[in-house]
């Protein structure tokens, strides 16, 4: 314990010193969310003029980056993104940023496999615990893979870190190069989106679905956790969980003893989830609990892995679907606004599990530019990313309906989806599908 410490100490730089060790040309990583430096990065932001061609991943931000606000014009550095928040989708915008097309599941091999070195690596952890292990808090993911590969690895302190128990869920001191005394801030919280009653009606369509013993995994978003609200109001019970995400939602399930792990044939007992985002009373539950547990976004995303718990019910979301079934849930047109994340292999992994269900939902409509519009639509929108194949969708659920399209054909398909578009539009997209030989004349489907 004692070389441990003295080890410790002599890591010790400041942040200022840390940036002084990045060159032009390199590449770094931040990591994802929460593990995101904040010290480090104020820091890089201030010399950020005196470099050139500096490339940094980075996922999900949940601050503004001090590295890329320091340049505008995107002559010193560029951000690369494994997944879009609404910061990063402005940077995007803004031509600062661009996007790492992923399924989420395999970023860990992208980095032992095909990803060059990482020149520096900086994570904010918590502080070295009695093994002498730096935990990454409730932001597991690829970080141990990240750490493989780095040439140069440097962690930021933050003594209000939350510690998580799990798989891989931290950094040894041997491992570390350069140890930076972080701010104390409280890991950053994300407010949940307001509940509609859009939401409301679709989680009562997908509550319906789901029996006792089934294992959820629940995505980002207002209709996903408006399920969980609705699951926390029913008799369901002994629900299990092997998620990507831990969401509030999920965490009122576990507090209302709705969760108890009891029917799952892997880890069995326990709540297994790779990444958090939410509120301080969230962080609250993770920190210290034995019972739920920071996996490796490798192990809670493989379609073979999910599959092995029986009932395995994956809820996400999308924002149109077109006459195929195939789900565009990454972009508006060329305009990127998110990432492909874990639902393809949620949906994937759902199908397989022994009584499994996968739900892709979304409004009825939207509005652009003061007009109303259907989600359900003949073509998707130009230049719109297709996130789940039309050979993967299993149901789909809107305010006015839900439907399985597994083993239909086109015509049913098409006729299935426009059953639960807006009333407004299904009119219209009946005359598209006739006469766009969706749907051939004279056969009902």
């Not at 990045?22 to 010290?39: A, H, R, Y």
């Not at 940077?91 to 520096?120: C, M, T, W």
């Not at 789901?210 to 408006?226: F, H, K, R, S, V």
């Not at 297994?272 to 192990?299: Q, T």
Request: with cysteine.
């Amino acid at each position: 314990m004692q070389l441990r410490k003295a080890a410790h100490e002599a890591k010790h730089i400041t942040a200022t010193e840390a940036a002084a060790l990045v060159k032009s040309g390199m590449w770094l990583d931040f990591g994802t969310s929460l593990v995101q430096p904040n010290e480090f990065d104020r820091a890089l932001a201030a010399r950020i003029t005196e470099l050139s061609d500096v490339k940094i991943r980075h996922c999900l931000t949940v601050k503004p980056h001090a590295f890329l606000d320091a340049d505008p014009e995107r002559k010193h550095v560029l951000g690369l993104s494994l997944h879009f928040s609404g910061y990063d989708r402005k940077q995007h915008d803004a031509g600062r940023s661009q996007y790492i097309p992923v399924n989420l599941g395999e970023i860990p091999d992208y980095y032992r496999r095909f990803i060059k070195p990482v020149d520096i690596v900086i994570f904010k952890t918590a502080p070295m615990d009695a093994d002498g292990y730096f935990n990454f808090g409730p932001a597991n993911l690829w970080h141990r893979a990240i750490v493989e590969r780095a040439k140069m690895v440097i962690i930021e302190v933050n003594k209000n870190n939350v510690y998580v128990h799990g798989q891989g869920t931290g950094v040894h001191i041997s491992e570390v190069d350069y140890i930076i005394e972080g701010d104390d801030s409280f890991p950053t919280v994300l407010p949940n989106p307001p509940v509609t009653d859009v939401d409301r009606a679709v989680a009562k369509l997908i509550a319906a679905e789901i029996e006792d013993g089934a294992c959820l995994q629940i995505g980002i978003g207002g209709m996903p956790n408006a399920v969980c609200t609705t699951l926390l109001d029913s008799n369901v019970k002994d629900l299990g969980v092997h998620t990507e995400m831990m969401t509030d939602g999920i965490a009122e399930l576990i507090k209302g003893g709705r969760v108890t792990n009891a029917c799952k044939k892997l880890n069995p007992g326990k709540t297994i989830y790779s990444f958090s985002l939410g509120s301080a009373e969230l962080y609250k539950l993770l920190d210290h609990n034995k019972d739920i547990l920071a996996y490796p976004v490798e192990y809670t995303n493989s379609p073979h892995l999910i599959m092995q718990n029986d009932k395995v019910v994956s809820i996400n979301s999308t924002t149109q679907i077109d006459f195929h079934g195939q789900a565009a849930s990454e972009s508006d047109g060329n305009r990127h606004v998110t990432g492909t994340g874990g639902q393809a292999q949620f949906v994937r992994g759902a199908y397989a599990s022994k009584g499994g269900k996968s739900f892709i939902c979304l409004p009825s409509t939207y509005d652009k530019k003061g007009e109303r519009r259907s989600r359900i639509v003949m073509n998707l929108t130009t230049g719109n990313i297709v996130t789940t194949t039309r050979a993967d969708i299993m149901y789909v659920v809107t305010e006015f309906g839900i439907v399985n399209l597994k083993g239909k054909s086109v015509p049913e398909r098409a006729q299935a989806l426009i059953s639960i578009a807006h009333p407004d539009f299904r009119e219209d997209l009946q005359r598209q599908a006739y006469d766009n030989k969706f749907i051939p004349r004279g056969f009902t489907f």
